[in-house]
Structure formats: C-alpha cells, structure tokens
C-alpha cells in the first residue's frame, strides 16, 4: 500500500490493561484486576507521533514492586516495523513542556507469547517482554489464556470492537522479578517505541476503560506530534470526558530535545503539539480518538469507532462476482453478435 | 424411473422425515426426555436472563459460552451466592448448579429444583457479576 503523500498526524494511543500474574493458578492473572484487586492503574502518558508515513508510539511501563508479571494488550492500527527501547527522557520532557509541575509519567502493563494468535514479533526490553500478535478478538483471547492471564468480562466485546478495524495487538509482559534483578526501583519506567508505517493512525482510548465498570474513572494524557494542526474526532469538548489542553506548534527547543533521545530523530524540524487529557468514566469511553492532519478536516468515524468499516469482499465471493460478470460479458456479446452479424438473406 | 425406484426414493425421504422429527423432539426434550433450557453467554451476559422452570422435575441446562474467556454459571439462594463472592474453587462442576464453562465450549448440567421460589444463576469470576453476569430462575409448583 502506497503511502498518502499527505501527512497524517500523529495518533497513537495509550492503554492498557493491566494484568497481574500471581503464582497461584487459580488467579493467575487478570485484566485491569489484580488476583487481590490491589493492581492499580495510575495517569498513563504516551507521545503519538506522525511523521513520513510512520506512527511513532512511545510509552513507558513503570515497576511497581512486588513479584510475578503485570500484562496488557494494546490494540495497534497496523504491523510495526520495529519495537524498541524508547528514549530515557521523551516522555518526562513532554510533561515539562506542558505542566508547571513535574509529573512522573506512569503506567502499566503486560502478557506473555504463544497460542492461536499469530505471533508476528517478540523482542525482549530489559525486564519487558512485548508480543505482537495478529487475531482477532478471540484468538488474542486464547492466546491470554494459555499464557496464563485472565481477561476482565468486558474484554470479550471490548476486544472485538478493536479486532473488527485491525487484529494487530501488543502485548507486553513486566516481569517484576526480573525487574527487581536488575536493581529497578519501584516507579522505574521501561520506555518502549513502537513504530508502525500506516496512512491510518488513530488512538485507542477505548481501551483504557477496560476492566473498569461504571463511574470508575479513567486517567490518561496522550500527546499528538504532527506535521500540522490536526483534526479530532470526537472533538475534545471535556463533556465527553476529553479535554484539549495544549494545541500550538511545538516549540523549537522542545523539537531538538526530542530529537536528541533514543530512537528520536524521525522528529521533524516543525511541528505541532496537541495534548489532550482524558479524565472520563469508563461509561463515557465508548470511542477511539480519530485524527486527521491532512489538513482535510475529515477524521474518520470507523476510526473512532463510531461506525463499523465496510465490509471487505471474501476471495469467495470476488470469484463468484468475477465469475458472474464474465457470464453477463459473454451474454451481452452473444446479444451483440445476434443483432449485428445476422446472416443475409439468401437470395431466392 | 420405475415403481421399484420411487418406491425406494420414497421410502428414504419417509425415513429421513422421520429422522428429522426425532431429532427435533430430542433438542426440546434434551437427550434424557428431560425438559431443556439453553442459556447463551455472550459479552459476559446470560441469555435468556429470566427463566422459568417447573419444580420437582429434571431439567437440562445447556449453556453455551460464546466468549474467549470462561464463565461461571452458579445458581442459588443468596446464602449460597455469597458463598461464592469469597469463595476460592477455581473449577466447579461437581455439584449440578455450579459449573464452569471454558471459553467458546458447552457444558450439559441437569438439575431438580425441590420447591418454589426465585433463584439467581451469577458468574461469580472477579468482576463478572459487576459486570452483569446475572439471571434470575423461577421455580413454578
């Protein structure tokens, strides 16, 4: 597929359910809930940039202590060509260029490999093992199983949602006892970059809700870097439990800043810095956020998972359509051949 | 075709109709002639989730869980659901109201209500019953 010579903004997407594998079998892991429900999911922060055809998604899962593994999945718009550590400080100079006041940049994660789901990429990330799989909602279901880990109940609906726009899912596992090896203290953060060509960025916030009921609340801040201002859908209003916090062109420094991290220097000369925090019940979360920075300010509702896509045409039923125009050709043909080649008639 | 081979060709769609008419009376009656129900689990909520059945008499259940994650089907009194909600089993099966149904499989379980009243069939994995994995079951004399 040809990349749009437009460029599409940022998007990116910041979620996670969290897991915890515990030693007992019984509870062995969990979505968002813990075996004791003691697991808990702090303000997540993730950089979704956009650049040259490529989405940048860069987020950090943080050790919070204890043993055993802490999971999530995380719904992906496409395959990534690559899975990294991400930069040391991108995310923490995110946060300074934003708020007056400091604030660690949290969240949490986890999963493990193998099952029915196509596993398309393994890499190892200091105490993170991270998965991309390929399924849909009940082959990346399985595959949570039989890696030990238990889904929420909404996950079965929630998971589908996803799998009906991309079947392309991260996993990624925190293994605390490793990370308590390697002398990680709690709140460490392990950055991870994924990068992802497509001409379809969106930012699964959706999501984020997973495994919350009700009123409970979800926190998040995600930032969008992109080439222009972007378009969003929904529109951040705050009453639909998204706020517009920061829309301006990135500064200079904050640029070159990024640009000098890890794995940063994809970050363009210009660009524009779009924060947008989410603070909603997980009732309200029932959308993705949909970008367009083409500078068509047309964001698109299957992206936002407010409409479902088209559905695509099975190789059986391209045949079949193929099959049934070749007979309407040669019907016509025949019809042509009667009414233009009639036989003279035969002088008496 | 001759008579010799309509009579043949008859009697297999007899038999077939036949067959056909047995089958059907076996699904409302259920394999053992017992009355049967048939509880569909999808996005982690019962289907139906109101039931009526009579008392005294066996009735097969069939649940059917459509989802990627395993389910609960617990039935009973409020003594017997808090039961439950602190419970440690991780796998039930052994008493005919309580069974667990792994992902995307059926289980068969038939029961014997004694005496009327209104019970509540719950899936008591974390969050489940939060969630609204919840039935109520109506013993009729």
Not at chain 1, 188 to 210: F, K, Y
């Amino acid at each position: 597929m040809s990349k749009r010579s437009r460029t599409l903004g940022a998007a990116g997407f910041a979620a996670l359910l969290l897991l915890a594998l515990a030693a007992a079998p019984v509870l062995a892991c969990g979505g968002l809930i813990g075996p004791n429900g003691a697991v808990n999911l702090l303000r997540t922060t993730t950089l979704a940039g956009y650049h040259d055809g490529e989405e940048h998604y860069i987020t950090a899962f943080q050790f919070a202590g204890g043993g055993g593994a802490f999971g999530s999945l995380t719904p992906l718009p496409g395959v990534p060509s690559k899975v990294e550590k991400g930069g040391d400080w991108t995310l923490q100079r995110l946060v300074r260029e934003t708020e007056p006041v400091p604030e660690a940049a949290v969240f949490l994660e986890a999963a493990r490999a193998a099952g029915d789901a196509e596993v398309l990429m393994e890499v190892r990330i200091d105490a993170l093992d991270v998965t991309v799989l390929r399924g849909g909602a009940d082959e990346v279901g399985r595959w949570a199983k039989q890696n030990g880990f238990r889904l929420p109940p909404d996950a079965p609906e929630v998971l589908e949602f996803y799998a009906e726009r991309s079947p392309i899912f991260l996993a990624a596992v925190f293994d605390a006892d490793a990370a308590a090896e390697r002398g990680q203290a709690v709140g460490d953060g392990t950055p991870v970059h994924v990068t992802i060509p497509t001409d379809n960025p969106w930012v699964p916030l959706r999501i984020l809700a997973l495994g919350k009921t009700g009123q409970e609340r979800v926190d998040a801040d995600v930032y969008l870097l992109n080439d222009q201002k972007p378009a969003l859908l929904p529109a951040p209003t705050g009453d639909n439990g998204l706020t517009l916090l920061n829309d301006e062109p990135a500064s200079d420094s904050l640029l070159a800043d990024l640009r000098s991290d890890r794995g940063m220097e994809w970050v363009p000369t210009s660009a524009w810095l779009t924060k947008v925090r989410i603070d909603a019940s997980a009732d309200q979360l029932g959308f993705d956020l949909a970008i367009d920075a083409s500078g068509a300010g047309a964001p698109s509702y299957v992206d936002a998972g407010l409409a479902l896509p088209t559905p695509g045409m099975t190789p059986m039923e391209a045949l079949r359509v193929i099959f049934g125009l070749g007979l309407i050709g040669i019907a016509v043909g025949g019809a042509l051949l009667l009414v233009w080649w009639r036989p003279q008639p035969v002088a008496s | 075709m001759g008579r010799t081979e309509f009579g043949i060709l008859g009697g297999i769609v007899v038999a077939l109709a036949i067959a056909g008419a047995a089958a059907a009376w076996t699904v409302a009656r259920g394999a053992t002639g017992n009355p049967q129900v048939t509880i569909d689990i999808r996005y982690s909520h019962f289907e139906p989730s109101e039931l009526s059945v009579p008392v005294g008499v066996p009735v097969t259940v069939v649940l059917s869980n459509r989802d990627m994650i395993d389910h609960e089907w617990i039935l009973g009194d409020d003594a017997v659901h808090e039961r439950h909600r602190t419970g440690t089993e991780p796998v039930h099966g052994a008493r005919p109201t309580e069974v667990t149904i792994p992902a995307g499989e059926t289980r068969r379980t038939t029961i014997v209500l004694d005496e009327a009243g209104t019970f509540r069939y719950i899936c008591h994995l974390p969050g489940h019953e939060a969630y609204g994995m919840v039935g109520v079951l109506v013993a009729r004399p």
